[in-house]
């Protein structure tokens, strides 16, 4: 008896009429996973709807920046008079030692939340129409974890303030033997 011999059999493909293919602009621009429907989670404590998409950012603090996408997800639960929303925001933050001005990118992940009612909160954050958007609580969550002082490491020694070499990979040692040093003359008086 050899092998049966099977057959995969490709289901033919569902014809769509031309108007379902193609979206128009209008509803592309509504297809924004961040822009949450809540019409029918506001006064269910406890109705959930998961929440998942990006949006491009561009948040700056000192040498420390995110171009690029946003990363959110969570899930919006219902409250009494509201909506709760619960997410996770990560981004690859662009770095720069403030020691030895070191370059380099970091993924960075926060989490957070922020309720939605009909009335904005001190945030400006409220429902609008029957949606909310989650990107901007989000979006300030992560902001903060931003390092605004960042280390290439706990111990850099950053650099020479005399010749301004990179004192981690290229130590200088030539500066303390100098004359005009505070140190040398101290030295010298020292040693005499
Ligand atoms: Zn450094
Ligand atoms: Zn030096």
Aim: charged share 25%; aromatic share 4%.
């Amino acid at each position: 008896m050899g092998p049966a011999t099977s057959y995969i059999r490709l289901a033919p493909r569902p014809q769509r009429s031309q108007s379902e293919r193609m979206p128009s602009p209008e509803s592309l621009r509504e297809r924004d996973d961040l822009v949450v429907e809540v019409g029918d989670l506001v006064g269910h404590a406890g109705r959930i709807r998961d929440v998942s998409g990006s949006r491009q950012a561009s948040l700056r603090l000192g040498e420390s920046k995110l171009e690029g996408p946003l990363q959110v997800d969570g899930r919006v639960v219902g409250t009494l008079d509201g909506v709760q929303a619960e997410f996770s925001a990560s981004g690859s933050v662009h770095l720069s030692c403030v020691r030895c001005l070191a370059e380099w990118d970091e993924q960075l992940e926060v989490s957070g939340s922020q309720h939605f009612s009909i009335d904005p909160d001190e945030d400006g954050y409220a429902i609008e129409g029957t949606t909310v958007d989650v990107f901007g609580p989000a979006q300030d969550e992560f902001a903060l974890d931003i390092p605004v002082a960042p280390l290439c490491q706990d111990d850099c020694r950053g650099l020479c303030p005399i010749c301004g070499s990179d004192l981690n990979s290229d130590p200088c040692d030539g500066h303390g033997e100098d004359s005009d040093s505070p140190f040398a003359v101290l030295k010298d008086l020292l040693d005499s």
